[in-house]
């Protein structure tokens, strides 16, 4: 049975004399217990009259709302009442005024929770709320049963016992009622915010990716979601950003709903999603098969099975005949001596491949713990992210996936850079495309009227088009006959430039005008066109881009008493290399180093440059010590 406890009251009834006795007993001083009790005892009241105070009065007991110091005191005179609970062999569980004990659904029980509360309401003050308090029994206890545990504890029996985060504690997916209304919930926001009055970049960014995803996330990381609720998210978030058009969207929502890297736009399928954060449950548990092991002391790596050189166990490198003879019960530590690998032993292993992938496995500067570690995160920390990212990771990368990386980093407005994640993917619902599915449409150029309107033409070989690119100084003698707009884009450069936005930017601005339906159906079309695409780069742009001077960096010497260590690392054909430098506040070279650290990544390398610099420091005794590196995330690590 499952018994929630609603505490009347809390915080007005808590009794003094119990809060000094539980800051003593937790170990602190009395000096400290006095200062906080003179905090509490020192509060005094005032009614309100028609308006007015009334005067003051000085209370007798509880712990002041609002008072910073309240919730600490709170926690503390709960934790009698835990130990208390865990002592009997009860699972207890505490939120604020609301408390969970879990025990078996028997009379003993029952009265046991029974002494337990009076005593505690006792010495406390506190007493429970009958009213909000509840009992849960699970299935396999009698309707009888249920009656005669009830009267012993006095509380009323409920088929649930609540609601936590806005969804049931108990199995959420059982009553259909609790899928429908979160789903009520999510279209009810959809419809008060009026989609017609939003971009797709808007309705993306703002509200499925910001706030209306977030509804339904704590209830997909709690249960398992049924197929077909899944299925009515994604739709309702399917309609929410094409607009609830009838037509037909020219990209699937499973293509939307995968990393923009891979082409898609970072949106989230509800089934994934859930896999993913229940996979947060299993990592906890160590069940999860992406675990990958760091070479600490190597007692605790299984060798042949386990992952610690490559994602998969080093016993699938083996031929079936030759497994009789190897021993499975070898690890990792078996092959180290001194903290340094026994290149004596690895040669039995396998081939010399294999060797140096061992061999090139970072080794700690002393013996340390095994530690397990998220494979897929380059900073080995378990995400939800990740975990989604894994389940996708099949699907099949766009073939301008370098493009639309491009794209994705550029500053440019979002409602451009939805247009150009469609133009890039060639999803724009272009006269050709739409007349093979509606021949009634005439497949022309509505500009030009001579030529099919494909995205070759209509961006790149239309002669009003061309006008365009003449005026902004982007030259259309390459556009020849066979010429791949895509192709094109994918050449330009996307850094910055010293006159304004860079190239790739000013490309895909000009392309969104040009598409512009109200541009490109209006009559006086040439000069319009010629007209709007001057003034956007001429008024608008620089303005929107923001201006971007070149950067200089400059080494900067520590302060006095400092010293500062760089470090860096670099890989070249698969080998991979880790340097660092120490200078003073003057920028004398107090010391360097640098080696060769064999087949492995830029991170490792950058690390190993940092580990082994600080490393040398330390043994020289300077302990002022600057850090500094160009890669972000192994700084991160070392914050963190």
């Given at each position: 049975?499952?018994?929630?406890?609603?505490?009347?009251?809390?915080?007005?009834?808590?009794?003094?004399?119990?809060?000094?006795?539980?800051?003593?007993?937790?170990?602190?001083?009395?000096?400290?217990?006095?200062?906080?009790?003179?905090?509490?005892?020192?509060?005094s009241f005032s009614v309100l009259v028609n308006g007015s105070p009334s005067g003051y009065f000085t209370p007798s007991r509880g712990i002041r709302q609002g008072d910073p110091l309240s919730p600490y005191i709170f926690i503390l005179c709960m934790e009698p009442f835990i130990r208390h609970c865990n002592s009997l062999a009860l699972v207890s569980k505490t939120n604020v005024d609301d408390c969970l004990i879990f025990d078996k659904a028997t009379p003993v029980a029952a009265r046991n929770i029974n002494k337990l509360l009076l005593s505690f309401s006792e010495v406390s003050g506190q007493n429970l709320n009958l009213h909000k308090s509840t009992v849960y029994f699970s299935n396999n206890v009698t309707a009888s049963s249920r009656a005669n545990l009830s009267n012993i504890l006095q509380i009323q029996h409920k088929a649930t016992i609540g609601r936590y985060l806005g969804i049931s504690n108990i199995v959420f997916w059982k009553d259909p009622l609790n899928a429908k209304t979160m789903i009520e919930r999510i279209k009810g926001k959809f419809a008060g915010w009026k989609a017609q009055t939003l971009s797709r970049a808007g309705?993306?960014?703002?509200?499925?990716?910001?706030?209306?995803?977030?509804?339904?996330?704590?209830?997909?990381?709690?249960?398992?979601?049924?197929?077909?609720?899944?299925?009515?998210?994604?739709?309702?978030?399917?309609?929410?950003?094409?607009?609830?058009?009838?037509?037909?969207?020219?990209?699937?929502?499973?293509?939307?709903?995968?990393p923009k890297e891979m082409g898609g736009l970072g949106v989230r399928l509800a089934s994934q999603f859930n896999k993913a954060a229940l996979a947060k449950l299993g990592w906890i548990c160590l069940t999860n098969d992406s675990n990958w092991w760091i070479v600490g002391n190597g007692k605790s790596i299984p060798?042949?099975?386990?992952?610690?050189?490559?994602?998969?166990?080093?016993?699938?490198?083996?031929?079936?005949?030759?497994?009789?003879?190897?021993?499975?019960?070898?690890?990792?530590?078996?092959?180290?001596?001194?903290?340094?690998?026994?290149?004596?032993?690895?040669?039995?292993?396998?081939?010399?491949?294999?060797?140096d992938k061992i061999i090139s496995i970072p080794l700690p500067l002393a013996p340390l713990e095994d530690q397990l570690i998220w494979g897929p995160d380059p900073k080995g920390i378990f995400s939800i992210k990740s975990a989604y990212n894994v389940q996708v990771q099949d699907a099949t990368s766009h073939p301008q996936a370098a493009l639309l990386k491009k794209m994705w980093g550029l500053t440019i407005p979002p409602k451009v850079k939805i247009f150009s994640w469609l133009l890039i993917r060639k999803r724009l619902q272009l006269r050709s495309h739409l007349h093979r599915f509606l021949p009634h449409i005439n497949p022309d150029c509505p500009i030009c009227n001579s030529h099919s309107e494909t995205i070759n033409h209509l961006f790149a070989t239309c002669s009003f088009t061309q006008s365009i690119w003449s005026c902004t100084n982007m030259d259309p003698a390459s556009f020849a006959s066979n010429f791949d707009f895509l192709t094109w884009l994918g050449t330009l450069p996307a850094g910055s430039a010293p006159d304004g936005p860079n190239a790739l930017s000013k490309a895909l601005l000009i392309c969104w005008q040009i598409w512009e339906p109200e541009i490109t159906r209006s009559s006086n079309m040439l000069l319009l066109i010629l007209s709007v695409g001057l003034e956007l780069w001429n008024q608008n742009v620089k303005h929107v881009m923001g201006p971007s001077a070149p950067l200089h960096i400059k080494w900067k010497p520590p302060p006095r008493g400092w010293v500062k260590l760089n470090f860096d690392g670099s890989v070249r054909n698969n080998v991979a290399a880790s340097g660092f430098v120490i200078r003073d506040s003057d920028g004398h070279v107090l010391l360097a180093g640098a080696k060769n650290i064999g087949d492995n990544t830029i991170s490792v390398a950058e690390c190993l440059a940092l580990r082994d610099g600080l490393a040398y420091a330390i043994h020289r005794g300077w302990r002022n010590i600057l850090v500094e590196g160009d890669s972000k995330l192994i700084i991160d690590c070392v914050k963190q």
């Open positions: 049975m499952a018994v929630k406890l609603d505490l009347e009251k809390a915080y007005d009834v808590l009794d003094w004399a119990y809060i000094k006795t539980c800051l003593l007993q937790f170990g602190f001083s009395d000096g400290w217990c006095s200062r906080v009790m003179n905090c509490i005892t020192s509060t309705r993306l960014t703002l509200l499925i990716k910001a706030s209306v995803s977030g509804i339904p996330n704590h209830t997909l990381s709690c249960f398992k979601c049924p197929p077909e609720v899944s299925k009515e998210m994604n739709s309702t978030f399917r309609k929410f950003f094409w607009g609830n058009q009838t037509k037909i969207p020219p990209v699937s929502w499973k293509h939307i709903c995968v060798f042949w099975t386990a992952h610690w050189v490559f994602p998969f166990p080093l016993l699938d490198l083996i031929p079936g005949t030759q497994r009789s003879s190897l021993n499975l019960q070898l690890v990792v530590a078996d092959f180290l001596t001194d903290q340094c690998w026994n290149i004596v032993k690895l040669k039995d292993v396998g081939d010399d491949d294999i060797l």
